[in-house]
């Protein structure tokens, strides 16, 4: 094996490098009957050996970070009903987004900033990986229960969830889930503290499970199932 290249080897590590852009220069002018030169396919063959103990060179790494968002504003105008005229612009979302992979494990990370609290809230903080043949997921994330709230914010139809949702939807919790895609069919189960107890707000002792069977009918269009037991002990 080659030693590592460090300052001390930068002239060697360039010969290195020099004599392998050579040879691949070379390459498609040999003749396809010559022979390999033992010394030189001895020399491809470490080096190919030494590359491996750097990411860079492997071209993958076991830890990646993505950063995205997306932010929502709009200009609204009121005036009916006798009520005074209102008017103005709003960000009713500005979410940022961490994603990436920490060796085997997928992790995603997620605050938000909105007109309506004037607060940076924290969405979802979790990480996932395989299991039995699934995948299983831990931290905070929203509960198997209504698809309409499952989609993601920028994938929806409208600019808003509907009042059904925002209504009975789960939200977020903090719990441990595991998932199964089996291509048409999709499965999840979750343990977690109960619907809408996000960062643990307003809950002592809560618990509940949930399970959701879904079907892809299109690309589209998903129809499914959902159940959920809810335990919640509310504080002020």
């Not at 009713?92 to 995603?108: F, H, K, Q, T, V």
């Not at 997921?137 to 925002?166: C, H, W, Y």
């Not at 199932?225 to 509310?234: F, P, Q």
Request: negative net charge.
């Amino acid at each position: 094996m080659l030693p590592p290249l460090g300052v001390a080897d930068s002239k060697k590590g360039e010969c290195y490098m020099f004599s392998i852009v050579a040879l691949a220069l070379a390459a498609p002018f040999a003749s396809a009957n010559a022979e390999v030169n033992p010394e030189v396919y001895n020399l491809i063959m470490a080096v190919q050996e030494d590359s491996q103990q750097y990411g860079s060179l492997r071209g993958r790494s076991p830890v990646t970070l993505e950063i995205s968002g997306f932010m929502q504003t709009r200009f609204s105008y009121s005036n009916g009903g006798g009520l005074d005229t209102e008017h103005g612009f709003s960000v009713p979302r500005a979410r940022l987004i961490l994603s990436g992979n920490l060796y085997d494990w997928e992790y995603r990370v997620s605050g938000q900033w909105s007109d309506d609290s004037n607060t940076f809230d924290l969405k979802d903080a979790y990480a996932q990986g395989d299991l039995l043949g699934g995948t299983v997921r831990v931290g905070q994330f929203k509960s198997p229960f209504m698809r309409e709230v499952l989609v993601l914010q920028q994938d929806t139809l409208m600019t808003d969830r509907s009042i059904i949702a925002n209504t009975f939807g789960q939200g977020r919790s903090q719990g441990i889930q595991w998932s199964k895609d089996m291509g048409k069919l999709d499965f999840a189960a979750a343990y977690t503290d109960g619907f809408n107890t996000a960062n643990g707000a307003g809950v002592q002792n809560g618990q509940a499970g949930t399970a959701r069977l879904g079907y892809d009918v299109f690309d589209w269009c998903n129809v499914g199932a959902a159940i959920s037991y809810n335990d919640l002990v509310t504080s002020d």
